[in-house]
């Protein structure tokens, strides 16, 4: 699976962003993906996550009720929306691609970033 994330941008502190990830391969259905976020000079952490089989998302406790993700496998395509944009959400995005029996942190594929940064 080869994944591609594209959306981010500039925004004002209270704003929206919707990001996007491509992926390619047949079998993108069946993996469970997700989104991470690595602020500079922070560690990677998880931001959300979707299961292939019924769609259960998780999210990290800072954004729960901000963000929402989401999928269509039709198009192999998961977002990420972002709403009521904080600084702190100021990051380089990351999505991530495994098979459904890995664990909760532990990815299969990783695409490159879309950097996000929010303004004050």
């Known amino acids: 699976v080869q994944l591609q994330a594209f959306g981010g941008g500039l925004v004002q502190a209270g704003g929206s962003l919707r990001l996007s990830c491509a992926a390619s391969?047949?079998?993108?259905?069946?993996?469970?993906m997700g989104w991470f976020r690595q602020a500079p000079g922070k560690e990677r952490e998880f931001v959300a996550d979707?299961?292939?089989?019924?769609?259960?998302?998780s999210y990290e406790d800072s954004v729960k009720g901000r963000f929402t993700i989401s999928r269509d496998n039709a198009k192999n395509m998961v977002y990420l929306q972002m709403n009521s944009l904080k600084p702190e959400d100021t990051a380089v995005y990351l999505c991530?691609?495994?098979?459904?029996?890995?664990?909760?942190?532990?990815?299969?594929?990783w695409g490159q970033g879309t950097e996000v940064t929010v303004s004050s």
């Open positions: 991530a691609a495994k098979a459904s029996y890995r664990g909760r942190y532990e990815y299969d594929y």
């Open positions: 391969g047949r079998t993108f259905s069946r993996y469970n």
């Open positions: 979707i299961s292939w089989s019924d769609g259960s998302t």
